[in-house]
């Protein structure tokens, strides 16, 4: 009870001292600044990296009616999916409806896993979230003229519901966000629709496509950042995979060069070092600035601190002071840099939710930030829980 | 008989500055009686501050004890010290030391911050001391924004809310004027019953007329 209100005391009174909080908050927030936006780097290149590095995509042609090969694609992801290298196996499918449309789909819970659309893409709206959604490109037009729909031309946006009529059902989606139309160059100029798992499947069934395309990804083992391990898993799968294509009488269909693998691993790891050592060198300034900011407190409270000594505060009572000081200015000066980041993603994407700063980037940035802490409380704790109150009060009058 | 609230007995306090050896106390004995203000007047130099700090627990002499509640205080370790300072001493500085970014009232409070006290008890506690000295409604104020006399005040009512055994108060009037100097004094006079007893060190001779008992310092030695 005492102790926890001597910590909330302290870290009120902390921001009474404005020019010193001012100036210690404005360098944790560039601190935590840096370190946020390496740790959302981190996160990011992590995930645009996946595909590129650590996934192997092939697609292969299934029949909507004999389901032949759809067991036997079935199958090949069952396999995939069982060796000890794989990380996990994504699937998405599309096929055509009509003349001029495409039909994707999209897994809402691995957006990023898919090569022609990331939620980066979005130009205006949203990504799909849940089922009934879609995405279509920007200024695409709907001819539905080779639909059961009719003659009939639309210009979709976000917020409109589009309807797919198939002989005897349909199936209505929401529009909740449009694609740049830069991350295409369709030579047959289909209009794209995007739409969740769920509403895919209804498709399949209300639309009768006869035939339609797997596009399946396998995601090698092992962490892009530590090591070169996910490099070699991706060796050995790809010779797998290529090995169960022929034993299921499929014929593989890279989508990926697995012959581009090895030079791709150089350029990788440079870059990967020369991110590391970035990311040191933020960490180191973080501790420098921490014992900086140790020793001056040190300093400047120096008399206070003599002062409740001879109060009869102890040892606890004094290292909860400091400790709630640091902790609250580093905090603060963490949420002004978390709001700057994400300002800035915001202000550069001009999107939602590609843009915010995940859960695990707040997470990694807080605990590295909190850890900064430790040489100021340290070293301020070392250097004031020894004073004698008598060799600063002394005389002082 | 009353007891002796605090008794130190055949005081002596050594210095060492290079080779020199200063005796800054030499076969001091004191008591201080419940009820009692006590001054020990002095030139600069003599001991006085010396003494202060040693009854206050914040130093220990070289040789001697110091018995309070039957206990000889020199030899607890620092965890009952700490504990004899914040539960039985109240201390005044004589640059009244009190925290700059702390309002009055808050200056007042912090010795029982750490404590068990609820704080709204806390709060009506340090209510009631700012009144006694006088500074009602001055609760929201700064040091800065307060007159040498009004943080003196502050800096008394401080020593005053663990409700202390003994007050303990160097040079108190040394930073003010005549004139403030008394309504402290004043004050400190006023405050030493219920059982406290005070400790004034002052080398300032118009300040007698405030003492029950006047103990006079000359190189570490009493001399009366
Ligand atoms: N830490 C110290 N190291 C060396 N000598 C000291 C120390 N503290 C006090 N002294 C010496 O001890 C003697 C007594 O000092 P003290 O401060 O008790 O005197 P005082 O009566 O309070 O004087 P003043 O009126 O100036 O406050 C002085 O000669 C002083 O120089
Ligand atoms: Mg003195």
Sequence with gaps: MGNLRVFLKAAR???RNRKRTIAFIALFTILSAYVIFFSNTFTEYYRTDLLRNKGIITNQIAYNTVDQTNDTVQEFIARANGYEQTESVIVHRYFDFGASIRIFELDEKNPWAF????PRSIATGRFVSGSGEALVLTGSTLNLESTLLGNAT???SPGDKLTLQGNSSSVVVKIVGEITKDVYNDPENKAWIFVDSASFDAMLVALQPTTYIYEITVLAKGNLLLSEEPYNNKRFLVEQLKNDYFDLGL??????VPNGIEQNIDTRIEERNSDLLNFSFGILAGILLSLLYGILLSRFRKTEIAVLKTVGYDSWNIRLSLLAEILSISFVGYLIGVFAIQSYLVYQAASLISSILSFDVILLSFSIVVLFDLPSVLISSYSLVKVRPLDVLRDTG | MVEPLIEAKNITK????????VYALRNVNLQVM???????????????????HLLGGLDTPTEGEIVFQGEDITKWDEKRTTEYRRLHVGYIFQSWEL?????????IEVPLYPTKLPTDEIRARAMRLLRQVDLYERERHFPTQLSGGEQQRVGIARALITEPNLLLADEPTGNLDSETGDIIMRMLKKLTRGGTGTVVATHDESLRRYADRVVRFLDGEIIV
């Design chain 2, 99 to 107: 925290i700059n970014n702390l309002t009055a009232i808050e200056n």
């Design chain 1, 251 to 256: 014929s593989p269909s890279f989508l990926t």
């Design chain 1, 154 to 156: 639309i210009d979709p």
């Design chain 1, 115 to 118: 090569t022609l659309i990331t």
């Design chain 2, 14 to 21: 050594i210095y060492k500055r290079g080779s020199e050896t």
């Design chain 1, 13 to 15: 009174f902390t921001f």
């Design chain 2, 34 to 52: 419940p009820n009692e203000l006590v001054m020990i007047m002095g030139p600069f130099g003599s001991g006085k501050s010396t003494m202060l």
